[in-house]
């Protein structure tokens, strides 16, 4: 089944490409966009960037493959990302990923059974002055506690 | 020489700071305003006389590289703003983009309008949701104030800002990495020469300014170049003006602070950061991952009076001011100004594993030096870390890390490579214990 953008997304694809003189500079935003739509980006939706970029649908995934943030295959609902670099790992990190690991029945890389919450680590998010941290979905959470880390994965997990 | 300022932080504690109303009873777009009134060339030459070493870690004359741009009517200019903040440590660009984005938008009308650009792409990081959404809503009121658009201030000047999004790459911090990956590509760097003035963003002339850097600007315009300058105590190292510096890890008060140029680690480290968190400094990482660690014990050794640091001979490293040029003859590098605390509770062979599995996790993998070596200091540092390398392992770290230095496309070559040398080198001891299957006395632990 070919992959189309909602109206509004579709909207917002026409604003960006306004951006830039070539519609390729738009690859990433545009990825973003299918993403925010279902998770991830399927083939089909590599196949829908190409055709409107103007590109082979192996550069897309060339691309899509490059980039950590991009998945390419379906997440949890939620993703939660805790820093494992330097800064956060003097400051306890190892046993916050500990914490969550066991809070949630799963090991880093996987999704919980009821398919709500992938646990990923990352690297380096620029919150080194308030470690340790995690990013959920597209919000920081930062001077975590181990309590602190239960109530945000409570909710998750309720929702 | 510790001198606080609030001179870019100034709108830090206002209530609703980020907000055009804020920032304009503050006094803002003054300078901008200023800017596009003056000669192209005058703002080039303020922007000189400011001294304003490159914040984003190479430490590059800002306005030196302003003047690299030639007008060609058949390639339009660009200004690229890196704010794509993933250096290990490194965590001040995003303070500026979440309090003061109208400062940066002020900054990026000037320099578009120095060098002759009329349009502007700051490229964010994606996992700065907040710092993008500032940034747009100062884009946003500044287009409805008229400070944005086809007539700026009421000339004729046309500029126009927008946000760029990345993806998740720490190298697409890198500039020629960034190019590619804003126009749509892999972040993969390129070779240099050609540089970004010459064959930039879409094969177009292109300065690339860190976000700290562009936002020093509006100031340097306000008060004038060398009024900037001058609050630095190394004016005289043509490296000036106030900046952010930032501290982590086995700290009291974690943080960015802003002061003049001239801070010391010490300084930085019991004066604005409160001092050791946990027992006593082991080493400190001056300016983000990919500097070479600085241990207390390490005095400065510069007899020659014609030598930079030798106003600090014989004085320990960690009072000599922070400088680009002090730091490059230290051995290390100032980078981006955000040093990593570590206490003698730490495993430096933990530290160092840490690091290089991050380097081995963003390496682009276009150059074999680069993509197997650093691989190969994983794999070994890993080994160590559990007691199970060699010494022979742990010396071969050496020919491979200076395999990859000079022999890679970009400088994540030299990035990864020189603190992995640094540190076992500096904690030569540690390393062997380990290699020779005895856990050193921090036990293999970061965070004890």
Not at chain 1, 49 to 64: D, F, I, N, R, T
Not at chain 2, 93 to 98: A, F, G, V, W
């Amino acid at each position: 089944m070919a992959f189309v953008l909602s109206a509004e997304r579709e909207r917002e694809m026409s604003e960006i490409f306004t951006r830039y003189p070539t519609r390729k500079a738009a690859c990433i935003p545009l990825l973003h966009l299918c993403q925010d739509q279902e998770g991830y980006v399927s083939e089909e939706a590599m196949s829908y960037v190409a055709e409107q970029l103007g590109m082979a649908p192996s550069q897309v995934k060339g691309v899509v493959t490059f980039y950590t943030l991009v998945n390419p295959a379906p997440v949890g609902k939620h993703q939660v990302w805790v820093c494992k670099t330097l800064s956060c790992a003097l400051r306890g990190a190892k046993d916050i990923i500990g914490h969550c690991e066991k809070r949630l029945g799963v090991h880093v890389g996987e999704t919980t059974k009821d398919g709500k919450v992938t646990l990923r680590t990352a690297e380096c998010l620029a919150s080194c002055g308030t470690a340790p941290m995690m990013q959920v979905d597209k919000k920081y959470y930062e001077n975590l506690t181990s309590a602190e880390v239960d109530r945000i994965l409570d909710r998750l997990l309720e929702a | 020489m510790l001198k606080p300022v609030k001179i870019l932080t100034k709108m830090y504690d206002v209530p609703e700071g980020w907000t055009m109303r804020a920032y304009e009873r503050a006094g803002g777009y003054q300078a901008a305003k200023k800017a596009l009134g003056m000669p192209q060339a005058t703002v080039i030459d303020e922007m000189k006389k400011g001294n304003v070493r490159g914040r984003g870690g190479a430490g590059f004359p800002a306005g030196v590289k302003w003047g690299f741009m030639k007008p060609d009517p058949q390639k339009p200019a660009y200004l690229v703003i890196n704010a794509d903040e993933g250096e290990p440590g490194t965590f001040k660009d995003r303070t500026l983009m979440e309090k003061d984005p109208h400062r940066c938008i002020e900054g990026c009308i000037i320099g578009s309008y120095a060098i002759g650009a009329h349009v502007c792409y700051i490229y964010v990081r994606d996992e700065l949701h907040l710092s993008k959404e500032r940034l747009w809503s100062a884009i946003r009121e500044a287009k409805d104030r008229g400070f944005l658009g086809a007539h700026p201030f009421g000339g004729n000047y046309a500029i126009e800002v927008y946000v760029h999004t990345g993806a998740g790459a720490y190298i697409c911090g890198e500039e020629t990495a960034l190019l590619e990956s804003l126009e749509g590509k892999r972040g993969e760097p390129r070779l240099k020469p050609p540089f970004p003035a010459q064959r930039g963003v879409f094969g177009n002339p292109t300065t690339v300014n860190n976000l700290e850097t562009i936002a020093a600007v509006p100031t340097v315009i306000e008060m004038g170049g060398e009024a900037f300058s001058k609050l630095s105590s190394l004016h005289h190292l043509n490296d000036g003006g106030c900046r952010l510096f930032g501290v982590s890890g086995h700290v009291k008060n974690p943080g960015i602070f802003e002061a003049c140029v001239g801070l010391t680690l010490r300084e930085l480290i019991y004066d604005l950061g409160g001092g050791m968190s946990r027992g006593e400094l082991l080493g400190v990482i001056p300016g983000g991952s990919s500097c070479p660690v600085l241990l207390p014990s390490e005095k400065v050794n510069a007899p020659d009076e014609k030598s930079v640091l030798h106003p600090w001979h014989g004085q320990s490293v960690l009072d000599v001011p922070l400088g680009v040029d002090t730091m490059r003859n230290l051995g290390t590098m100032l980078g981006t100004c955000c040093a990593i605390v570590f206490s003698d509770e730490t495993c430096p062979v933990a530290v160092m594993q840490n690091l290089m599995a991050f380097y081995r996790h963003e390496s682009c993998g276009q150059c074999t030096p680069c993509r197997e070596g650093v691989g190969w200091i994983d794999r070994i540092v890993t080994k160590l870390l559990h007691g199970e390398g060699s010494v022979d392992e742990l010396d071969r770290i050496h020919d491979i890390g200076n395999g990859i230095m000079g022999n890679t496309i970009c400088a994540f070559g030299e990035g990864s490579a020189m603190p992995a040398l640094g540190l076992v080198r500096k904690f030569r001891r540690h390393f062997e214990e380990h290699a020779t299957g005895k856990p050193c006395s921090a036990g293999g632990r970061l965070d004890a």
